[in-house]
């Protein structure tokens, strides 16, 4: 891919504010998570699809499998070979998702907010504790220190390569990254209005990973 750093970060945050936060406006107000997925062409970084989670329809439809299942529902000539695309996902990918953008052929992904962010700002425990139940086991004689601070999946593997927006930024000039990450700040704080509509509302609906 050819375009700067900071070139990929403006296609980030404008797809965040114009394209999937107005998505995910609606579906947390009919009872969905907070979680957004965008694709878009390497070519030019313009938009191929966006999507919200819709976990009240199913609850595998996490907002990036969303966006995989309705970028395949496109037509041949509107949609581009995943290879030729970028994946972005508002929230870390949890393990569903990750499967989804590797069966899918995506060769890369970016992501807004950390598996961190997604259990303290937001209180959705769930990425981690399905990736250490599930997937991590511990390594015979490994100290508990050591798995405690094994990582959770492989970041760059034969399949993709996964960044945080955070990373992209610290890799700006640094006369650009204040104002970048002052940008950051503005879309953190409307996810912030998103969350607590959601937790307000999640209580009735029904979902097994509330
Ligand atoms: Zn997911």
Redesign the pocket.
């Known amino acids: 891919m050819s375009h700067t750093t900071e070139l990929l970060l403006e296609a980030f945050l404008s797809t965040t504010s114009n394209d999937i936060i107005p998505l995910t406006a609606k579906g947390v107000a009919s009872g969905c998570k907070v979680?957004g997925a965008a694709i878009l062409r390497k070519s030019d970084l313009s938009l191929v699809i966006a999507a919200t989670n819709d976990e009240t329809t199913s609850p595998l439809l996490?907002g990036?499998?969303n966006c995989i299942q309705q970028f395949w529902a496109l037509p041949s000539d509107k949609r581009p070979p995943p290879k030729d695309c970028v994946f972005f996902a508002t929230h870390e990918?949890?393990s569903?998702?990750l499967s989804g953008i590797t069966w899918s052929g995506f060769d890369n992904h970016y992501y807004l907010f950390t598996y961190e962010d997604t259990r303290d700002a937001f209180a959705i425990p769930h990425d981690i504790r399905i990736l250490e139940e599930v997937y991590k086991v511990p390594a015979k004689g490994e100290s508990a220190e050591d798995f405690a601070s094994r990582p959770l999946y492989n970041k760059s593997n034969a399949f993709w390569t996964a960044r945080s927006v955070e990373e992209l930024v610290g890799q700006l000039p640094e006369d650009k990254r204040d104002a970048m990450r002052g940008r950051v700040t503005q879309i953190k704080k409307q996810y912030a209005g998103l969350s607590e509509t959601y937790q307000a509302s999640k209580g009735d609906k029904g979902i097994p990973m509330a």
């Open positions: 979680f996490h990036e499998i990918p949890c569903l998702c």
